[in-house]
């Protein structure tokens, strides 16, 4: 497996303010993934973090306030764009280390907006 | 209709016993079957694949129907520790995106 750290670990956010998430691997990967766990719901793809070129979102979600970066193969930004209360989440990101093989989640990050 | 459905339980079982709980799916393309296990406020952790031919880890068996389209998983003499939250995770063939079920709570009670 893989060690994925993620910084911050947790916050707490100003309505209409941004934060951006740090996702960092110990190894080279192809895919890196974000996602958002809602309190009491299960996991949603935000988008996949594509090296060298734009992130690919998913539907209802936009690069305007979610723009990711993926400067190279073992680091990628998300960043929470004009946060609001609704925003107040678990954000995941994880990496498939093979094609074909399962993900690996960071350990998380716990954002909440007051 | 979800991709991919679970019993949400919670299953409440002494220690020693066994329990078990299905997941369905809806894309009878579906390639990869996955357990992940949350524990609470944690992230999800790789519990096992699930393979054609049905797998066993340990305490563990993970069985896959693709004629019924469903997955489960079998926990035998349940140790406290079990207590978390299944997630049932289904990989499309067609891209290498997942869909997770909402998981099946387990709580196991001394």
């Known amino acids: 497996s893989a060690v994925i750290s993620q910084k911050p670990s947790r916050d707490i956010c100003q309505r209409g303010t941004s934060l951006t998430i740090q996702c960092q691997v110990d190894?080279?990967?192809?895919?890196m993934f974000w996602y958002r766990q809602q309190p009491g719901q299960s996991l949603t793809l935000i988008a996949t973090a594509n090296q060298g070129s734009e992130a690919t979102y998913e539907s209802g979600f936009v690069i305007d306030k979610f723009p990711i970066s993926r400067p190279n193969l073992t680091f990628s930004t998300l960043t929470v764009s004009n946060m609001s209360p609704e925003d107040s989440s678990i954000y995941l990101c994880?990496?498939?280390?093979?094609?074909?093989?399962?993900?690996?989640f960071g350990d998380g990050t716990r954002l909440s907006i007051l | 209709r979800k991709e991919v459905e679970q019993d949400p339980g919670p299953f409440n079982v002494p220690e020693g016993a066994t329990v078990a709980f299905n997941c369905t799916y809806s894309n009878s393309a579906s390639q990869s079957f996955f357990w992940y296990r949350q524990d609470c406020r944690k992230e999800p952790k790789l519990l096992m694949s699930?393979?054609?031919s049905g797998n066993e880890d340990g305490r563990f068996t993970a069985q896959l129907n693709r004629a019924s389209q469903y997955i489960s998983l079998l926990i035998r003499d349940s140790k406290l520790s079990d207590s978390a939250t299944y997630l049932c995770v289904v990989r499309r063939s067609n891209d290498y995106k997942l869909s997770f079920g909402a998981g099946t709570t387990v709580t196991v009670r001394a």
């Open positions: 190894s080279q990967v192809t895919m």
């Open positions: 699930v393979y054609s």
């Open positions: 994880s990496v498939e280390l093979r094609e074909g093989q399962p993900q690996h």
